[in-house]
């Protein structure tokens, strides 16, 4: 699964020889992050933040692992054993610290990530299906991401259990039925607390599952790159190791020095204090706003107030699912055959008017409902909808891209002479 | 710039002194790695130590006054079985008899019990064999050779003074730290 040219793995000590024939296990590993992987020569840092969202899921899993060493998940002692983490546990306040702020930090990685493969047409054919892959695995961390925000069981985590699964309650006909039954009884209590700690343990190794296999589907067709053009030969790659395992080591120091800052002195700045109230049935909190990751979806969510054939609530619900279901489809709307938003100037702009409206969706969903807000948001959410269902569609016919450079290599070394020919510049 | 390096240091990869500056980098990078990683498997380790909140219960306030002579009391301390033994003048003349060096854990009666309160035996009621609760606490039960413990599951018999002198078991019954707050309460741990 990789280019003809790659390094072939040849064990020479007896022991792995005899471990290749029985367990290629290292050969494995040397084929896929090893020197048997080659890559293309030009990816810039922002081709790190795969590489670091696998690092911020080892976080989360095994901190969370020793969180739930110490956690109960009872409705009457859940707060309290959050409680006995943060003051008794010796560390514990490190391992909560960093299991929530982890989860914001692996938002962020993976948003980037995203961004990126948005931008420079990572979704584009042959990588179709590790798009699809990173969809399902992104819907997957949103779901383990709020199941995890209720075990606290705080006034946040229970008011964010009723709304989210009162947005189910909109289905038609079986709406009530469907609620009650996610939460295994008429309002979130035990039993739906308990469910979501069981799920809220189980879901990372699926995800750590459909990792796998977004990066075997991204292994046969090699990584993107920034110019987007395929690559054509040896000169264009170099070896995964010791290159890009140099690479993404810089970055994951970056990473690990960005979330200490976070751990250590902010520890709950992207956090809401009411979640430190014990959870009560009888009061909802004044502002109830979910987790700063799910804000562009819930002012989408939030977007619609007018009853237009179908109730709000539904379309509300609706919309916000359909935002997420919408990208999908994405490598089917956007026909340009250029993947790399370098050589498409109108495709460029729309891509940072997309940047800026998700910014404004996000600022929006964390404002109280009332306006301006919901205007702003209405107005937001529709471009979101058009630019992926109208414009892309549009440019991707009309736009005139730039001159694509002959190969990686000619992108690369075009640009700067002193390094494409050291000897004549000496 | 470039330009200048090449002129000075024909190629960063030559050794300047048997050492090449990218083997440095690479040493010290894997090193600071390393290292970094050690530091913080540690908090992973010590979360599993028991936490503030067991060890707050460490320590217990007990009153002795209805505890009659020749009467045990069983409680629990750390989690574990206690014996508290209010010796009678009889069993307190016992254990002072014995030869101390011949014993196989050598320890007096006055070793093992508080000063001025040496009818008061208290020690854990845990085996220093594999961790059994011996008998002898309640009335009738089997308190052995030597009128002390007995442990029904390999068979140490332990004195009046709650040490070692027939059987597998090692050492003596383990005495906590405790301190006598009055002459009838006794606070253990």
């Known amino acids: 699964m990789s280019f003809p040219w790659a390094e072939q793995y040849t064990p020479k000590n007896p022991f792995m020889k005899w471990m290749d024939e029985r367990l290629p296990l290292p050969r494995l590993v040397y084929n896929s992050v090893g020197a048997g992987y080659p890559v293309p020569r030009n990816l810039n840092y922002f081709w790190n933040f795969g590489v670091l969202a696998g690092l911020a899921l080892v976080i989360q899993i095994v901190t969370g692992v020793v969180l739930a060493m110490h956690y109960a998940a009872n409705s009457e002692i859940a707060f309290a054993s959050v409680e006995h983490i943060m003051r008794d546990v010796n560390s514990g306040w490190l391992m909560r610290y960093l299991h929530a702020n982890g989860a914001s930090f692996f938002f962020i990685v993976v948003y980037i990530h995203i961004f990126r493969g948005l931008y420079f047409g990572s979704y584009k054919a042959p990588r179709e299906m590790v798009w699809l892959l990173g969809l399902v695995i992104f819907l997957l961390m949103m779901a383990t991401a709020f199941m995890g925000y209720v075990l606290p069981w705080g006034q946040m985590s229970f008011w964010g259990a009723q709304v989210i699964t009162g947005l189910f309650a909109a289905i038609p006909l079986v709406g009530e039925t469907v609620q009650q039954w996610l939460l295994g009884g008429f309002a979130p209590d035990n039993a739906a607390l308990n469910r979501f700690f069981s799920l809220h343990y189980l879901l990372p190794f699926v995800i750590a599952g459909c990792i796998i296999l977004h990066i075997w589907a991204l292994h046969l067709p090699g990584s993107n790159n920034p110019t987007g053009i395929d690559v054509k030969g040896p000169q264009d790659t170099i070896p995964f190791h010791p290159y890009y395992t140099a690479k993404d080591g810089f970055g994951a120091g970056v990473f690990l020095i960005a979330l200490s800052i976070m751990v250590f002195f902010a520890p709950n700045f992207l956090g809401h204090a009411d979640n430190y109230i014990e959870a009560n049935p009888l009061s909802t909190p004044a502002h109830i706003v979910p987790e700063w990751y799910l804000l562009p979806f819930y002012a989408i969510l939030r977007a619609f107030t007018v009853d237009f054939l179908l109730p709000a609530k539904l379309w509300g619900v609706l919309a916000m699912f359909g935002s997420i279901l919408l990208l999908f489809f994405l490598p089917w709307l956007d026909k340009s055959p250029v993947r790399s938003g370098k050589y498409r100037p109108q495709f460029k702009i729309w891509f940072w008017v997309l940047v800026v409206d998700v910014l404004v969706l996000g600022y929006c969903g964390g404002a109280p409902a009332e306006e301006p807000y919901v205007m702003i948001s209405q107005v937001a959410a529709m471009y979101y909808f058009a630019h992926f269902l109208i414009i892309l569609p549009l440019i991707s016919r009309t736009e005139r891209p730039l001159p694509l450079p002959n190969s990686i290599t000619e992108a690369v070394l075009g640009k700067d002479k002193s390094t494409a020919q050291p000897v004549a510049a000496e | ?189």
């Open chain 2, 1 to 189: 710039m470039a330009t200048e390096d090449h002129v000075e240091q024909p190629a960063a990869d030559q050794p300047e002194g048997g050492v090449r500056r990218r083997d440095f980098l690479n040493i010290a990078a894997v090193s600071v790695a390393g290292v970094g990683g050690v530091i913080a498997i540690l908090p992973l380790v010590n979360q599993m130590n028991p936490s503030a909140d067991v060890l707050a219960l460490a320590s217990i306030d007990v009153d002795l006054s209805a505890v009659e002579p020749g009467q045990t009391i069983k409680t629990t301390w750390r989690k574990q079985p206690l014996f508290i033994r209010h010796l009678t003048a009889d069993e307190i003349a016992e254990a002072r008899a014995v030869d101390v060096s011949a014993l196989r854990d050598p320890q007096s009666l006055e070793d093992r019990t508080a000063e001025g309160h040496e009818q008061w035996l208290i020690s854990l009621a845990v085996c220093t064999h594999l961790g059994c609760i011996p008998l002898g606490a309640a009335p009738g039960e089997n308190k052995g050779e030597y009128g002390g413990y007995f442990c029904p599951c390999h068979g140490s018999h332990y004195d009046t003074a709650g040490r070692i002198r027939k059987g597998p078991a090692p050492t003596n019954l383990v005495v906590p730290e405790y301190e006598f707050t009055s002459d009838t309460t006794v606070t253990i741990g």
